[in-house]
């Protein structure tokens, strides 16, 4: 293995981590097909070492979709429990209530 392909090797096995690490900890059923995607895709590419530049730089691209997708997955997803409704006056963790300070009377 020369240089180049062991430099291309190292970015590409970077790629794929970094694929795998945004899809950690999302319990959808769309995440266990994207990961098989990114599997497949990186199978099939493999073996193609003039093209390796290109695939990179698509990968890459995808790896920013795929980061938009994942946090608004993550955004969706309830993050504790809701203190509107229990009676308190406000929130110590600062959350926003329902309604308009100025319609209150």
Do not use: C
Request: zero cysteines; a positive charge.
């Amino acid at each position: 293995m020369n240089l180049r392909d062991f430099m291309n090797r190292s970015r590409v096995l970077s790629l794929y981590r970094s694929y795998m690490r945004e899809l950690y900890g999302i319990d959808t059923r769309a995440v266990a097909e994207l990961k098989r995607t990114v599997r497949d895709t990186f199978k099939r590419h493999a073996s193609d070492r003039a093209g390796a530049r290109g695939h990179l730089a698509e990968g890459e691209r995808q790896l920013q979709f795929v980061k938009s997708y994942v946090s608004t997955a993550r955004a969706g997803s309830p993050q504790g429990e809701n203190w509107v409704g229990t009676g308190e006056a406000y929130d110590i963790r600062g959350r926003v209530g329902s309604g308009w300070a100025w319609e209150r009377k």
